[in-house]
């Protein structure tokens, strides 16, 4: 009697000890994922706060008449093809006047962003008073000023390892020490499409076109799976031809996205000739991807609504078709709506797919339809991150910030959803 207890109180000590080593492990292993992610996300917003702001210098711009429109027509096509970028050369050389040498003026003149000309020519048009004026500006820098200003540690880089060099180096330090360079928001980053140069280059074409990607998408594939979901799970007959098409919409579920990627190449592009990297073939894509979670939501809030809703419609004489559509329908609407929700953050994030029908072109203007051309802003990441300039390091940073802020923001609306609307049994 006395082993036999000896026996259990081990076994039973044993299993309390397996059982804190398992919780043990489990701590650890959330310790470790939410240490990760903290680590992930620190470094994602130390990098890409820097792009929401850009670098200014200040210079006392003169307006000369013999550049700019040397017949004094007034006519804004005139001041249009104006040199401009001489007038800014000017302006920054009045604070260097021992630069003589024409490499070191061409060094001076690339302190300045190439967009500045486009501003000074919408300045004019506004206000033609300025000609023949000086005016004091804060223009916007160039991407490699601007790099250097973000990241003052550069400065004491090695010349060889350094953005600039000595003597670009020397100018930049005069304008800190005169306080004509300053920090001031970046509106291009929430104004502008894709560039070439990091200091013009936005986020906004990236978005319209995510926008309009999405919009198709739903307006495919809501009715679609949500008609899918209701047929087979209330209305079609339980045979082996439904429970075929059952185990296959499981299974579209789990197929890699890049398959609906060449799916749609084949057949979108291919022999429908559809526009190239247009959202309406990018949304017809995500749209055959999202269909199987939207319809598997569907099916799951259907069956969640007791059965005595059906049988009380049935009693009182509604058809099969009524009860559906009249009780069974809009009780289950929460949880279909929050289905949707997840499958339109699922394919907000997906970029495989959309690579593989050309939507990874190089955009400059913001798309107007959906039959333009269009990036969105997973595949503009890509882009900003594969492309060599400096500058598009913190864009690169910055972008994943806005997409994980829409991502976050879709996923706790569909969890308001839910918990708002949804109804206890």
Request: charge should be neutral; include cysteine; charged fraction near 20%.
């Amino acid at each position: 009697m006395t082993k036999n207890f000896e026996k259990i109180n081990d076994s039973l000590i044993k299993r309390q000890k397996s059982e804190k080593n398992f919780k043990l492990f489990g701590l650890i292993g959330i310790i470790c994922a939410i240490s990760f992610l903290i680590i992930i996300l620190t470094s994602i917003i130390i990098e890409g706060k820097k792009a929401f702001v850009s670098t200014y210098i200040k210079l006392d711009v003169f307006f000369d008449s013999k550049i700019i429109d040397p017949d004094n027509t007034k006519e804004d096509s005139v001041i249009k093809s104006a040199n401009f970028n001489e007038i800014i050369t000017k302006s920054i050389l009045e604070n260097f006047p021992e630069v003589t040498d024409r490499k070191e003026k061409i060094k001076l003149s690339t302190f300045i962003s190439s967009s500045a000309e486009d501003e000074l020519i919408k300045l004019i048009i506004l206000d033609k008073a300025l000609i023949d004026q000086k005016k004091e500006l804060w223009l916007l820098a160039s991407s490699t000023i601007d790099v250097i200003h973000k990241n003052p540690d550069m400065l004491n880089f090695p010349e060889d390892e350094r953005l600039i060099d000595d003597k670009e180096l020397k100018w930049f330090q005069w304008f800190l020490s005169e306080e004509k360079i300053k920090f001031s928001a970046n509106k291009n980053f929430f104004s502008n499409a894709d560039s070439t140069e990091p200091e013009q280059a936005g986020i906004w074409g990236a978005f319209v076109g995510s926008f309009l990607t999405l919009f198709v998408t739903l307006i495919l594939s809501f009715p679609i799976a949500v008609a899918a979901g209701v047929f087979l799970e209330e209305l079609a007959p339980k045979n082996k031809f439904t429970d075929f098409i059952e185990v296959n919409i499981n299974n579209l579920a789990a197929v890699p996205s890049i398959i609906f990627g060449l799916l749609g190449l084949a057949i979108f592009l291919n022999v429908m000739h559809l526009p190239r990297s247009a959202p309406i073939v990018g949304g017809m894509v995500l749209a055959l991807m999202t269909l199987p979670t939207i319809i598997i939501a569907t099916r799951a809030s259907l069956r969640a609504v007791p059965p005595s809703i059906r049988e009380a419609a049935i009693g009182l004489g509604a058809t099969k078709f009524q009860t559906v559509t009249h009780h069974v329908l809009p009780l289950s609407m929460p949880g279909i709506s929050t289905g949707t929700i997840i499958g339109m953050s699922q394919a907000l994030g997906e970029s495989a797919p959309l690579l593989m029908i050309g939507m990874v072109a190089f955009i400059v203007d913001s798309p107007g339809s959906i039959f333009d051309s269009a990036t969105v802003l997973p595949v503009q990441i890509y882009l900003w991150k594969s492309t060599a300039a400096r500058g598009f390091v913190e864009l690169t940073a910055a972008g994943v910030m806005v997409l994980l802020s829409f991502l976050v923001l879709m996923n706790a609306i569909a969890v308001y959803v839910r918990y708002k609307f949804e109804k206890k049994w």
